[in-house]
Every structure is written in structure tokens, then in C-alpha cells.
């Protein structure tokens, strides 16, 4: 990509959003029916329960620091991006190996050779929201006084583990990077944000020594569903006077919508949601006339209040079954990765946008409008959206086809991961337990089996310290690379 022009403050940057973006998930996963019966587990309770096929994890030789390089690494890479381009750089993420050395500290090893040191920006850390925060972190910066002209990128990553019993199921790891800059083909609507935020114990990791977090289930569903109600009802007030419409924005005005999304089974129990916020708000006359026919036999819930409909299951069948068309059409493809993966935390609202884009052509995105929601235990949400440029300004729709191009083979990784044994996947993460924060170690784990360009953990020194090593790419032209 070319330099930006010097800044001026007469000239300030417009259509801000992603020009980029980039995947990383780990080379082993299991497989979510196979895991049901080794845990004893009711058939269907993972797969049908939950929405989930399979789990990726990492053995003891990934980290969350080589999470993040790895992606990093390869969206400057296949974004042809000089490290000495990037003006920002900030970091999403709730795993923490050290108290006070951030994960962005450790990704300016890459920096080095370009010899830019002067890159803004450190960890952002509340629960699954911090790649969030990270994000509106960068636009603003863009959109500042004290933007000079580069660009910003945004590392959202987790390595999601539980102990064993009933959570474990919804595990995950992963990483996503993300280009931030003007004139972009995804622009992330400004003056529409709305945002949730208040205490709550429904998910916390109080214990420094383990990986582990306490979760209380009920809670967290109650909490989330609250955060998505609040959110929407915020959004769609802005939506209508900064979009100046005559009618209530209502889902019919979100071309696709995603979520963050914990199992796949809540995403579609929260599009069902919003369906009902329109509902009781009288919305859905706005609906087309076929969405409006699937609501018609609906009058009996009328008098239902949102609060107190968090749990009540009549409401929740009635609704999903109603809006499965919506479902199918706006938020059923963003579940691609998430499917496959698990949860990622900070990565996993983006992994829903990512599976998104590679589910469409280019026209079939042109100026679609995409809502997002984000929600992060303890809690902090937000609800948001993004227009992909029409196809018609065709500057714009190079840079959309090269934001295409560059995630067009997550598919194809997927495919190409090694399926293990749940006996292995619980090796694993006994493995990962017993060395946790652990110094003057060396993995056990061999990296012949994780992906070529993936930064591995080869030492944690006596003090400490972690080393890291690449491993290295697929030969070009005889010269094996390790893609600086």
C-alpha cells in the first residue's frame, strides 16, 4: 500500500475504517461430537446446544504474545505495509502473562529493523471488549488532531481455556489484525455508537496463577442479553437522526448484522432478540412484507417486557422462530469461523465480520451496512456498524477486493488444521495448566505441526523471559523466508 500523503490540519481524514485484515487461528483443533461423548455429555448438547462443530487450542509452545505476532506479522506481509507506515499500534486482549509488560511491548520486536520506535498505543484489557476498545481507540487517533499521516493497526487475540466440566466445550483461541486508515472500503460509521457499560460478576479471572476464569452461566446470558437490549434501543435512536430517516431504524436497515459471539447458539438467540426489541417497539411494520407475515401471529406476546423475557423460553422459541429467515440472511454466515474455532474473546466479534466478508463477492457487499455488537464480561458493550464502499468508485473497489483477497484463504486453513483426540485436547490443557506463568522452561511441544509463519515459545528464562522463534515459510524461488 502507498504512504499517506503528509496530514495537514485543514484536511482532516475521511471515510475511516478497516483496509485491511487478518486471521489467526491454531493448526489443532477437536472435534466438538467427538468431545460430548468423552465428557460424557448428552448427544447434541455441544454440537445442537451450543451451534459449535469444533474447537481450536494451543499446546504449551503458543502464548498470547505469539498469537500476536504471528498475525501481525502476516497482515504486513501480505499487505506489502512498511512497519515504518504504522503510527499506532494497540492491543485487545484479556490473557495476561505478566502484570505489567504489555503484549504490544513484545510485538515492537518487529518494529526493529525499520527502526520505527515512534508507534502510539499499549493493551487494552476488559474481558472480550478490549479488542473493541482497542479498535475505537484507532479511529479516534485517525480522526484526531494528532493523526501525522500513517496508519493505525489493531491486534485483537486470546487463548480461551476452561477448567474441566460444563464450560470447557466453549473454549477457543486466535488472533485478528486490523488496518485502520482513511478512505477505506469498510467505514466505521460515525455519531452512531452506542454503549453499555456497568459492574457485574457474571465472568472474571481473580486468580493470577491460573488461566481459568469463574463464570457464572445464568448471569452472564442475563448480562449479555441486558447489554444487547440497551445497546440496540441506544443505536437505533442515533441511526434515525444521523441517517435523517423518515421511519424507526429497525433491523430491516442492518444488511447483515454479527455479534461477539461466546457459542453460536446465543448469536442467533440475540438476532432473534433484536427482532423482538422491533416488535415491542412496533418496528417491525417497517419489516418487508414477507419478515412482517412471520410476526403476524405474535399479537399474544404484546404486553411482554424486555427485562423480565430475558429467560422465558415461550418468548425466546416464538421469536427465533420467527426471525429464522432474518437469521438466515443477515448473521447465519458470520458463523463460519466461530464454528470451527470457538470462542476467541477479543478476536471473536471480528472473526464473525471476517466469515461474513468471505461469504460474499464484492457486489454482493457494495454499500451494505453491517452492525456489529461487542460485549465483554464485567461488563462493557457496544453497538456499531460499518458501510462497505460501492463497488461503483473503482479506487474503493480495488481496496475492497484487496481486503477480500487478503482473508480469502481462512477457509482453506480451516481445512487444513489437524484434527486431535479430545484425550489429546485434555493433555493439552493439563500440559498448559501445569506450566502456566511457569520460568526456566522449555516447551515440549514440537512446532512441526503448527502452521508455517507462525511464531512459536521456545524458552522462559530463569528471570522470566520469553524467546520466541518463527517458524519458517514455504520456499520461494529455492530460499526458504521467514517473512520480514
Known amino acids: 500500500m502507498p504512504h499517506f500523503k503528509e496530514c495537514h490540519d485543514s484536511v482532516r481524514p475521511k471515510d475511516v475504517g478497516l483496509l485491511a485484515m487478518e486471521i489467526y487461528f491454531p493448526s489443532m483443533f477437536v472435534d466438538q461430537m467427538k468431545l460430548e461423548e468423552f465428557d460424557g455429555a448428552s448427544p447434541g448438547k455441544y454440537t445442537k446446544g451450543l451451534g459449535q462443530l469444533q474447537m481450536g487450542f494451543c499446546s504449551d509452545n503458543e502464548d498470547i504474545n505469539s498469537l500476536c505476532l504471528t498475525v501481525l506479522a502476516n497482515l504486513m506481509k501480505k499487505n506489502d505495509i512498511s512497519y515504518a507506515d504504522i503510527g499506532r499500534l494497540e492491543v485487545g486482549t484479556e490473557t495476561i502473562i505478566d502484570k505489567s509488560k504489555s503484549v504490544k511491548s513484545v510485538l515492537m520486536k518487529l518494529f526493529e529493523d525499520s527502526g520505527n520506535f515512534d508507534v502510539e498505543g499499549i493493551d487494552t484489557t476488559n474481558a472480550c471488549y478490549g479488542g473493541t476498545n482497542a479498535l475505537f481507540n484507532a479511529l479516534s487517533w485517525v480522526e484526531s488532531s494528532s493523526w501525522d499521516g500513517r496508519y493505525a493497526v489493531v491486534v485483537c487475540g486470546d487463548i480461551a481455556v476452561y477448567s474441566e466440566g460444563n464450560a470447557r466445550c466453549t473454549g477457543g483461541a486466535g488472533a485478528i489484525a486490523m488496518l485502520i486508515g482513511p478512505n477505506a472500503p469498510l467505514v466505521v460509521e460515525p455519531g452512531v455508537r452506542s454503549t453499555y457499560m456497568r459492574h457485574a460478576y457474571d465472568f472474571y479471572k481473580p486468580d493470577l496463577t491460573s488461566e481459568y476464569p469463574i463464570v457464572d452461566g445464568k448471569l452472564s446470558v442475563q448480562s449479555y442479553i441486558t447489554a444487547l437490549d440497551n445497546c ?114 477479543t478476536p471473536s466479534l471480528y472473526s464473525c465480520l471476517i466469515s461474513t466478508l468471505i461469504n460474499h463477492s464484492s457486489s454482493e457487499l457494495s454499500g451494505r451496512r453491517i452492525g456489529l455488537f461487542s460485549y465483554g464480561s464485567g461488563l462493557a458493550a457496544s453497538m456499531f456498524s460499518m458501510k462497505v464502499c460501492a463497488v461503483e468508485d473503482s479506487a474503493r473497489k480495488a481496496k475492497l477486493q484487496k481486503l477480500l483477497h487478503g482473508i480469502s484463504d481462512t477457509v482453506s486453513r480451516l481445512d487444513n488444521r489437524q484434527e486431535v483426540s479430545p484425550q489429546e485436547f485434555a493433555d493439552a490443557l493439563k500440559l498448559r495448566a501445569d506450566t502456566h506463568l511457569k520460568c526456566d522452561y522449555k516447551p515440549s511441544m514440537s512446532p512441526d505441526n503448527i502452521f508455517p509463519g507462525t511464531y512459536y515459545l521456545t524458552e522462559v528464562d530463569a528471570k522470566f523471559r520469553r524467546f520466541y522463534a518463527r517458524k519458517p515459510l514455504p520456499a520461494q524461488n529455492g530460499h526458504v523466508t521467514n517473512g520480514h
Open 232 to 345: 440496540y434501543l441506544n443505536y437505533c435512536k442515533k441511526a434515525k437522526n444521523k441517517f435523517h430517516m423518515e421511519h424507526e431504524f429497525s433491523l430491516r436497515d442492518f444488511d447483515f448484522m454479527v455479534f461477539h459471539s461466546p457459542y453460536c447458539k446465543l448469536v442467533k438467540k440475540s438476532l432473534a432478540r433484536l427482532a423482538l426489541n422491533d416488535f415491542l417497539q412496533n418496528r417491525t411494520i417497517y419489516y418487508t412484507e414477507k419478515d412482517q407475515r412471520n410476526f403476524s401471529n405474535l399479537d399474544n406476546f404484546r404486553a411482554k417486557d424486555l427485562k423480565s423475557s430475558i429467560f422465558d423460553k415461550e418468548v425466546e422459541t416464538a421469536f427465533m422462530s420467527a426471525s429464522t429467515a432474518m437469521f438466515q440472511s443477515k448473521t447465519e454466515n458470520s458463523l463460519t469461523i466461530a464454528s470451527r474455532v470457538g470462542n476467541m474473546y
